[in-house]
């Protein structure tokens, strides 16, 4: 990631998080989710499975953005630190962990270039950090921090076939902001499921969970009140229908050193 890239992240991150400034809350049903996980149709519960046994562990949340997964780790027990690029988004989360008793060494810190020594931390966690930074730049720092037997888990958007992508676009487009589509730098580009699994090649294992289907266009087509139940038929679909996982919208990933 060049400079201006850089910058460019950082400027659109600030303003993002500037909002929520004085914001301490931590939201107790998806502190549940990780604490007691049991539906492996929300990505937030598989990803607490693929982190395994938190407590004690050092966890390095990659790219924390507002800090609230640092804050749910921390409460189950994980020795947390976090960085983020975001010198905003680090106020914040300094303080949401401040307001609710929680120790998290919190750092503003380029993921990409960091500080710390080899085999830092026992897990990794990154919630939709590595289609900004890029696949491969983002996986090149990994390993290095994570100890022997270490697990990484990234949450992340997929990209989908071109005709999917343009209709996305043109919808982003034309939509009124009723619909509150999530905005994102220009460049950004979400993953392809083929270059994760060549990414994760050198790794000792990887596993790549799939979700969304009918839960992509949720905000167009569904009351709010049935988007759980899109996450549970999306599972359905995916698990016996293997040609529809192309359209998937997203993935856990799940690296193992």
């Not at 400079?3 to 998080?17: G, P, T």
């Not at 994570?146 to 990484?152: F, K, N, Q």
Request: proline share 5%; hydrophobic share 40%; with cysteine.
């Amino acid at each position: 990631m060049d400079s201006a890239h850089l910058k460019e992240e950082i400027d659109f991150a600030n303003s993002a998080y500037r909002p929520m400034l004085g914001d301490s809350t931590i939201n107790r049903e998806m502190l549940e989710k990780y604490a007691h996980p049991t539906q492996m149709w929300d990505w937030r519960q598989r990803t607490a499975v693929a982190l395994g046994d938190r407590k004690a562990k050092r966890l390095l949340d990659y790219g924390c953005g507002q800090g609230e997964e640092s804050c749910y780790f921390a409460r189950l027990g994980a020795a947390v630190t976090a960085i983020d690029v975001s010198d905003v988004g680090i106020s914040v989360d300094q303080q949401r962990a401040r307001s609710n008793g929680l120790v998290i060494d919190f750092r503003v810190m380029n993921c990409l270039h960091t500080s710390f020594g080899n085999e830092s931390f026992d897990r990794v966690h990154g919630l939709g950090i590595l289609h900004h930074v890029g696949l491969e730049s983002g996986l090149t720092e990994v390993p290095r921090l994570l100890a022997p037997g270490g697990v990484a888990v990234f949450m992340e958007p997929l990209q989908s076939p071109g005709t999917v992508e343009r209709a996305k676009a043109w919808l982003a487009d034309r939509l009124p902001p009723r619909f509150s589509l999530i905005p994102v730098t220009p460049d950004k580009r979400n993953l392809r499921q083929a270059d994760i699994l060549a990414a994760g090649q050198g790794w000792r294992s990887i596993e790549v969970f799939l979700f969304r289907l009918t839960y992509r266009v949720r905000k167009l087509v569904l009351p709010q009140a049935l988007w759980d139940w899109s996450l549970r038929f999306d599972s359905i679909l995916l698990s016996t229908l293997p040609f529809l996982r192309r359209y998937a919208g997203a993935a856990v990933i799940v690296l193992r050193k």
